[in-house]
């Protein structure tokens, strides 16, 4: 977890990652007079924002004055958990800060998922809320939370800012700490009192944050031992977390992987790090990852780390993970090393350093010793890439198969696309089955697992990225908690296209049920697709919502539902795919067990030491 911020004092200006005041607003710096709540607006455009997520209420209102006349585009969104994962959405499909705002009390307090996901997954995100007068702040005012309070766990740091001459530096500082050192969200509260007080409006130059200096070199004795490593091992892996991604290192990484002949795992978070379709790519790892990417982790002799955090969906039962492995850990944040498994060698930097610095020394051990030879660990992870191909087997029921569904939607969209999932079985496969070429294509909540996740921020990445394909892939439970935004999206012009992938029941509850709890289904059928009534029938609803509603029932007709989706561009679409609720995801690691334990499919457990 990545510790606090300290509050900062009041600040000294600093300009490396802050935007400094376009010659035009030499007057600003000068101190133009102006209301608290203009400075806001003023500060928001001084750091770059081009859009916000939210949604006006009285704390916040005196802010929504000024953005009227704002080059800043709003939009409205229809529930603030939807502002702030379609801010997250924006952010982790541009690389920029993504921005969302809402009022106090309730409308604060709804942006604590979306600020916890963020958090979990390491997105640059600022979320600016409005708070009661300061002179009320503790009386329990009318709509009064202590979001301070209430995020500081959640965000990297969280401002309440109470008098007007402080606004412009703490938005600046706000977005200097979201979008540097590893990304996450911070929160900026300001009174109602600050934006109605007049002020002048000074932009920090040299914003000076005490304790907050994020390390981007690496130590070169860790990264000469690391290649060391990495040219002697007989049995390395590369796992790639998203800290790759978030640090715009994809080119970086393929230098590295061409380089060292090594097999490369890509998480959950990581999926189009290092492009599937590389020789090298054996697979996700973890509970529900590919046979060859568990058991490169599991026989490895080496693992190298690469913006991962061994979270406990990757190792399995953590005191049986990759017993035989030395590991090297590398990290924009040096909380995350040695913080689950004891790195031996630790790397703190910006992977894009870390990485081209790894590469220049691993091609010195080359020259020096040769190339390793890695014949026999890519004969092993062969085999099983043979034997165990990710794959499905027709449904009993004859209802679609969902994992037939998400493959054609990959192969049709293609990799330019960027797919947005929610959380549960549909997650599973779109991680699986769609093939990513590209970083920033795949967005999911992977850390917090947020159902609900998917329409806010496929709407996020298509503001974000307005000529790109964008398709939320959800399913009937998640979809139900956030559907609310595409209104926002119908009225706002965002033509995302949604694939439902409909199996009537909270999916992924329901396969453990299955597993685990001897098939008593409690409390997972959601009556939406395959009985005599359709509570509610999705189609319609896309209709009322003044989108286009499609369904699709029948194998035969997956390709050309798809390809009429993908036809319409000028309002959003909704797929309602019929699918079993019978398929499950495999392979699978149970919670609580080891990798070595690992199912391809139900009562088939591959033998990595027989295999070997």
């Not at 087997?393 to 054609?408: E, F, K, M, N």
């Not at 007709?557 to 390809?563: L, N, S, Y």
Request: net charge negative.
């Amino acid at each position: 977890m990545t510790t606090q911020v300290p509050h900062p004092a009041p600040p000294r200006p600093t300009p490396a990652q802050v935007r400094p005041a376009p010659a035009q607003h030499d007057s600003a710096t000068a101190g133009e007079p102006m209301s608290g709540a203009a400075a806001v607006v003023r500060a928001l455009e001084e750091v770059g924002t081009e859009v916000i997520f939210g949604i006006p209420g009285g704390a916040v209102l005196p802010v929504y004055d000024p953005l009227f006349d704002s080059s800043m585009r709003h939009i409205l969104v229809r529930h603030e958990q939807g502002a702030g994962h379609a801010a997250t959405g924006y952010a982790a499909a541009t690389g920029k800060v993504g921005v969302c705002m809402a009022t106090s009390g309730p409308g604060a307090t709804n942006l604590v998922t979306p600020l916890a996901d963020a958090h979990m997954d390491s997105v640059p995100l600022v979320a600016i809320t409005g708070q009661v007068a300061k002179s009320m702040i503790g009386t329990d005012a009318f709509q009064e939370a202590d979001i301070v309070g209430i995020t500081m766990p959640v965000t990297k740091h969280s401002f309440l800012v109470t008098d007007p001459a402080e606004i412009p530096a703490r938005i600046a500082e706000a977005f200097h700490i979201a979008s540097t050192g590893r990304p996450g969200p911070v929160l900026v509260d300001i009174a109602k009192s600050a934006m109605q007080t007049e002020t002048r409006f000074v932009w920090p130059t040299e914003p000076d944050i005490p304790g907050y200096r994020p390390i981007t070199k690496p130590h070169i004795k860790q990264v000469r031992e690391a290649a060391r490593l990495l040219a002697t091992s007989r049995k390395p892996v590369l796992y790639v977390g998203g800290g790759v991604i978030r640090a715009d290192a994809a080119a970086q990484l393929r230098a590295l992987t061409d380089l060292s002949g090594a097999p490369v795992v890509t998480t959950l978070m990581a999926r189009g790090a290092l492009p599937d379709s590389h020789p090298q790519h054996v697979g996700m790892p973890g509970m529900h990852g590919a046979v060859s990417a568990v058991a490169a982790l599991q026989k490895a002799d080496l693992i190298v780390a690469l913006g991962a955090r061994f979270d406990d969906r990757v190792t399995g039962r953590l005191d049986s993970f990759a017993p035989n492995a030395t590991v090297v850990h590398a990290d924009i944040d040096p909380a995350e090393i040695g913080k689950n498994r004891v790195a031996d060698v630790p790397i703190v930097g910006d992977l894009r350093e870390v990485l081209a610095d790894l590469a220049t020394e691993l091609k010195r051990e080359h020259a020096q010793h040769g190339l390793p030879d890695l014949q026999g660990w890519w004969a092993l992870l062969d085999d099983l890439r043979e034997r165990y191909p990710l794959g499905w087997t027709p449904t009993a029921d004859g209802l679609l198969a969902p994992q037939h569904v998400i493959s054609r939607l990959g192969e049709l969209a293609g990799p330019d696309a960027i797919y947005a999932a929610g959380v549960g079985q549909h997650q599973m496969w779109a991680a699986q089955f769609i093939r990513y070429e590209k970083p920033r294509t795949w967005l999911n909540s992977g850390g917090l697992g947020t159902m609900g996740y998917s329409i806010p921020a496929a709407m996020g990445a298509k503001v974000g990225m307005p000529d790109t394909e964008v398709w939320a892939v959800d399913g009937d439970g998640c979809f139900q908690m956030t559907n609310q935004e595409l209104a926002t999206c119908a009225l706002e012009d965002i033509p995302i296209k949604v694939a439902l992938i409909n199996n009537s029941s909270l999916g992924m509850v329901r396969q453990w049920q299955t597993l685990f709890y001897g098939e008593r289904y409690s409390n997972t059928d959601l009556n939406t697709g395959h009985e005599t009534r359709r509570i509610p029938d999705f189609v319609k609803l896309a209709e009322a919502y003044g989108c286009v509603g499609l369904r699709c029932e029948s194998s035969k007709d997956v390709d050309e539902t798809i390809k009429k989706a993908r036809e319409i561009d000028d309002r959003p679409v909704v797929v309602d795919f019929t699918v079993s609720r019978d398929a499950m995801v495999w392979p699978m690691v149970a919670a609580g067990v080891s990798n070595d334990e690992i199912q391809y499919a139900r009562d088939i457990t591959p033998d990595f030491d027989r295999d070997e």
